[in-house]
């Protein structure tokens, strides 16, 4: 078992345990993700980019807690939908590889022409 498949069982007991399962269909995991992501991006609103990466230890945890949420719903949704993840996300790196070949896109921040 992988750490995503234990992290999917773990969730899966705990909303079960409170009776969640009724209210976990993709659709509504899929927008409290949302909700999450938005919380996270609200840290960095307004900060240049040097000040994102200096984070004090009271913000940086806040940060990981907004990014652990975030995992949270997106295992949930994997398990919902019977998704592998890390076999979805080994698929996606392979097309990204493909997709933006080093020699067209080192140092470009577009899709290469």
């Known amino acids: 078992m992988n750490d995503i498949a234990a992290y999917s069982q773990r969730l899966r007991e705990f909303a079960q345990a409170r009776d ?43 940060v990981a807690l907004e990014m652990a949420d975030i995992f949270i719903y997106l295992v949930r949704i994997a398990e919902r939908l019977d998704i592998d993840l890390a076999e979805a996300t080994d698929r996606k790196i392979a097309i990204n590889e493909q997709r933006y070949p080093v020699e067209k896109s080192k140092g470009r921040a577009g899709r290469p022409e």
Request: net charge negative; charged share 30%; aromatic share 12%.
């Open 20 to 62: 969640w399962e009724q209210f976990h269909s993709p659709k509504n995991l899929a927008m409290a993700l949302i909700v999450e992501a938005a919380e996270l991006v609200e840290h960095f609103q307004w900060m240049k980019e040097d000040q994102s990466y200096e984070l004090s230890d009271a913000q940086r945890e806040e």
